[in-house]
């Protein structure tokens, strides 16, 4: 998929031609995020307010899809934060290619997502596993600035809700 020798990520919106290897990156990280048939991943896509994609050596090697308030999807770890906030961009998952962890890809990602809504108001949400435990995402997002806003117990799976402010405007001091 990408060479030995990977060079810093390019982050750019997602195109068509990035669907197969999105899925595959996608069902490859599970249960860290749910498994996605190639419609649903479309169907996210869709509802987005940003996919963006980690490209390196010039294939995709991570992608972050975000969804705002308002979106139409039937998630509950979705209609919880909802309840709560009412402007955001919700992070539904961020995977990157098995082969490139530990690049700072996930980084890049992020980065980039708070540089485009900079300024509007936009607080940052999503969840990690509590169980399955992944407690390499909450370090990494726990990194980022993100604290724990909430738990929920789903039975076979439990979420740690996170919450990050939202960005000053470029420019601004933090």
Not at 24 to 52: F, G, H, K, R, Y
Not at 133 to 158: C, M, Q, V
Request: hydrophobic fraction near 45%; include cysteine.
């Amino acid at each position: 998929m990408v060479s030995d020798v990977p060079s810093s990520p390019t982050i750019r919106p997602v195109l068509p031609g990035d669907l197969s290897a999105l899925l595959q990156m996608n069902n490859a990280a599970v249960p860290a995020v749910s498994d996605l048939t190639a419609e649903a991943l479309l169907d996210l896509i869709a509802a987005s307010i940003a996919c963006l994609v980690a490209e390196v050596n010039g294939a995709p090697a991570g992608f972050l899809l975000c969804l705002g308030e308002g979106a139409d999807y039937d998630s509950p770890n979705y209609a919880w934060l909802s309840e709560r906030e009412k402007f955001f961009a919700y992070t539904d998952r961020i995977c990157v290619d098995e082969t490139l962890r530990g690049r700072k890809i996930g980084d890049a990602l992020y980065a980039a997502l708070f540089e485009r809504f900079a300024g509007s108001g936009r607080c940052f949400l999503c969840e990690v596993n509590a169980r399955p435990a992944n407690p390499g995402s909450l370090r990494f997002h726990d990194r980022l600035g993100f604290r724990e806003i909430g738990t929920a117990d789903h039975g076979d799976k439990a979420v740690v809700f996170l919450k990050r402010p939202p960005e000053p405007a470029s420019g601004t001091a933090s």
